[in-house]
Nanobody, 120 residues
Framework: QVRLAESGGGLVQAGGSLRLSCTVS???????MGWFRQAPGKEREFVAA????????GYADSVKGRFTISRDNAKNTVYLQMNSLKPEDTAVYYC??????????????WGQGTQVTVSS
């Protein structure tokens, strides 16, 4: 049974945009959702998070002003709109769920990940 289904990754040139989607199985839905990423040779890092109820958001400093997280409660889907992409944004992006991802920047439930590659 798929818990968190991610889509939308791919290859884009620097300055371009991509939108990631993550659909959550109702059974595994948590109060907040987030996106994390892991580049080759680096630790996984927090990118952005949002609460399902009021849409409170949080962002890593490295993506503020470029990335936007949003949610569609009716579709149990979270999105990450990524604009002005840079080569350093290249990573596997993971959708994740937790009880307080916006505050703690930690999650308990993880998707499989989707590759985002930004060419220079």
């Amino acid at each position: 049974q798929v818990r968190l289904a991610e889509s939308g990754g791919g290859l884009v040139q620097a300055g371009g945009s991509l939108r990631l989607s993550c659909t959550v199985s109702r059974t595994f839905k948590r109060s907040s959702m987030g996106w994390f990423r892991q580049a080759p040779g680096k630790e996984r890092e927090f990118v952005a998070a949002i609460t399902w109820s009021v849409g409170r958001t949080g962002y890593a400093d490295s993506v503020k002003g470029r990335f936007t997280i949003s949610r569609d409660n009716a579709k149990n889907t979270v999105y990450l709109q990524m604009n002005s992409l840079k080569p350093e944004d290249t990573a596997v992006y993971y959708c994740a769920g937790g009880d307080s991802v916006v505050v703690s920047r930690k999650a308990e439930l993880w998707g499989q990940g989707t590759q985002v590659t930004v060419s220079s």
